[in-house]
T-cell receptor, first 113, second 111 residues
Framework: DAGVIQSPRHEVTEMGQEVTLRCKPI?????LFWYRQTMMRGLELLIY????????DSGMPEDRFSAKMPNASFSTLKIQPSEPRDSAVYFC???????????FGSGTQLSVL | GENVEQHPSTLSVQEGDSAVIKCTYSDSASNYFPWYKQELGKRPQLIIDIRSNVGEKKDQRIAVTLNKTAKHFSLHITETQPEDSAVYFC??????????FGQGTELSVKP
């Protein structure tokens, strides 16, 4: 089992650029979560999907953020345009709904200059 | 909205001592309470969890207790070791599936 796979591991970009973060959940997991981690705010839930359908996106900061899950094995989180305050570690996590145990990917360290 | 409060934010203990971290939650419908350990630069990893129909669970040196009436739960680590040093997060999930994390506790175990 390869675990939750995120790419890229690190992303450095300039303010105003579009950023796309990618996630492959563990095979067989039907729920997927995107979290953002900063020193100030800790682990914030941005959005989560169940069976590829967005269930709650109330944590998405603003319209610059969007997330999609076109199929059970892939999700993206997009920021357009990016701003310096978006700099954080973005984690994707997945779980099998029946087990409730959430497994995290290695995260993407985003730096917006 | 849902909220999870975690205390203390930092905790320093001597090797061999016990460490206790406490969390409270606001949504009485919450029914699942995991604890995660995050080492520097790594991903959060699940170390123990408890469901609302259980009051206490133990796994070797780690135990978690839950008081549903008071809406609080605690992590207990006994015989702490330097490798226990990390940031620990509590979390609570409501029936809608949303998992909300506490702010984290930075545990330092001094040899």
């Amino acid at each position: 089992d390869a675990g939750v796979i995120q790419s890229p591991r690190h992303e450095v970009t300039e303010m105003g650029q579009e950023v796309t973060l990618r996630c492959k959940p563990i095979s067989g997991h039907n729920s997927l979560f995107w979290y953002r981690q900063t020193m100030m705010r800790g682990l914030e839930l941005l959005i989560y999907f169940n069976n590829n359908v967005p269930i709650d996106d109330s944590g998405m900061p603003e319209d610059r953020f969007s997330a999609k899950m076109p199929n059970a094995s892939f999700s993206t989180l997009k920021i357009q345009p990016s701003e310096p305050r978006d700099s954080a570690v973005y984690f994707c996590a997945s779980m099998r709904e029946s087990s409730e145990k959430l497994f995290f990917g290695s995260g993407t360290q985003l730096s917006v200059l | 909205g849902e909220n999870v409060e975690q205390h203390p934010s930092t905790l320093s203990v001597q090797e061999g001592d016990s460490a206790v971290i406490k969390c409270t939650y606001s949504d009485s419908a919450s029914n699942y309470f995991p604890w995660y350990k995050q080492e520097l630069g790594k991903r959060p990893q699940l170390i123990i969890d408890i469901r609302s129909n259980v009051g206490e669970k133990k796994d070797q040196r780690i135990a978690v207790t839950l008081n549903k009436t008071a809406k609080h739960f605690s992590l207990h680590i006994t015989e702490t070791q330097p490798e226990d040093s990390a940031v620990y997060f509590c979390a609570a999930r409501n029936q809608g599936g949303k998992l909300i994390f506490g702010q984290g506790t930075e545990l330092s175990v001094k040899p």
